[in-house]
């Protein structure tokens, strides 16, 4: 069964951080383009970060660059996305994704997603 399951959210303060993990099955996860793409309330889905498939290229959108970083295991089929002084904006619920192309923020390009896991930042 091909799978993604996020883990690691939780409440933190503003300030503070937290590690996101993303585990997957059923795929050859060394050839895929892992991403994070988050959702706040009443907000469309927003690329964060991205692993590219083979060459290890990260990517991140401007809201959290300097923030996040994204690494991948491929011994363990993992993908971690730690997140650092984290702010009120960055309440969400985080979802990570895989294709086998390039880095993209286009969502409809990803074909294999996770259910998602709530991170929210208190004030």
């Known amino acids: 069964e091909v799978r993604l399951v996020e883990s690691g959210g939780g409440l933190v303060q503003a300030g503070g951080s937290l590690t996101l993990s993303c585990a997957a099955s059923?795929?050859?996860?060394?050839?895929?383009?892992i991403s994070w793409f988050r959702q706040a309330p009443g907000k469309g889905r927003e690329g964060v970060s991205c692993i590219q498939r083979i060459s290890d290229r990260t990517l991140h959108a401007d809201s959290v660059k300097g923030r996040f970083t994204i690494s991948r295991d491929n011994t363990t089929n993992t993908v971690l996305l730690r997140m650092t002084s984290l702010k009120a904006e960055d309440t969400a619920v985080y979802f990570c994704?895989?294709?086998?192309?390039?880095?993209?923020?286009?969502?409809?390009?990803?074909?294999?997603w996770g259910q998602g896991t709530q991170v929210t930042v208190s004030t």
């Open positions: 059923g795929f050859p996860f060394v050839d895929y383009t």
């Open positions: 994704a895989a294709m086998r192309k390039p880095c993209t923020w286009y969502s409809n390009a990803y074909t294999v």
